[in-house]
């Protein structure tokens, strides 16, 4: 399988709890994406990694939100202290890289559900 | 600052009817991108075309077809023959110099039997 992944699937969490969610890119693919898409709604850019360039966060809604890449390959979105609003579909891309705009590819999601 | 805007919200059609999807984009960038993307009920986001400020031929797959007029910053996007397969939410994307892209709200597709 040579397409974005991302676990879990669904994640069911209470208020105030850690989650951590995980994006494996394309192989071969230097620039890795974060969307959070809330229910019948756009998509949320939330950050975005290229190669060991510094992330551009611009998109993270509060210093709960955090990610890392390790090793230029597998990214993990971390949410501290959840909250209701949280609860959403966060999505994961990845792309070639580069210095223009090339084709996203988008994983499953993972669908997060706060109580 | 880029912008995409996606006007319509909501479309139904009868299946077999042509429908067209409208995109209009903002940017200062003289070299940039467009995109559209497709949201079935699944979920998952699937890559439907790229195209760069530089080609504004009209390109045509299948059933879908694609115009884009620079001189009114549109890139629209016709489904012809709809079919119920077609239900789905459709995003424009713009992308400039660098990476980041810029989606649009998206427009909800509904096909009737």
């Known amino acids: 399988g040579a397409g974005v992944s991302q676990s879990p699937s669904n994640k069911v969490t209470e208020k105030g709890k850690d989650v951590e969610l995980r994006c494996d890119p394309i192989?071969?693919?230097?620039?890795l994406y974060w969307y959070r898409q809330s229910l019948g709604q756009g998509l949320e850019f939330l950050i975005y990694?290229?190669?060991?360039?510094?992330?551009?966060k611009s998109g993270l809604p509060s210093d709960r939100f955090s990610a890392e890449r390790t090793g230029g390959s597998v990214s993990t979105l971390t949410i501290q202290r959840t909250q209701q609003e949280d609860s959403a579909v966060y999505l994961c891309?990845?792309?070639?890289?580069?210095?223009?705009?090339?084709?996203?590819?988008f994983g499953p999601g993972t669908r997060l559900l706060v109580l | 600052a880029q912008k995409v805007t996606q006007a319509q919200t909501e479309i139904s059609v009868v299946e077999k009817e042509d429908v067209t999807l409208d995109c209009v984009y903002e940017t200062r960038d003289t070299t940039y991108y467009l995109f559209w993307y497709k949201q079935p009920p699944s979920g998952e986001l699937v890559f439907l075309i790229r195209?760069?400020?530089?080609?504004?031929q009209n390109e045509i797959s299948g059933r879908y077809s694609w115009n884009f007029q620079k001189s009114t910053s549109s890139f629209n996007f016709t489904i012809t023959a709809s079919q119920v397969v077609d239900s789905a939410v459709y995003f424009c994307a713009l992308g400039g110099g660098y990476q980041k892209v810029t989606f649009g709200t998206g427009t909800k597709l509904q096909v009737i039997p």
């Open positions: 192989s071969g693919h230097t620039a």
């Open positions: 195209r760069n400020s530089f080609d504004e």
């Open positions: 990694f290229q190669g060991n360039s510094a992330p551009d």
């Open positions: 891309a990845s792309s070639l890289g580069g210095d223009r705009p090339e084709t996203q590819y």
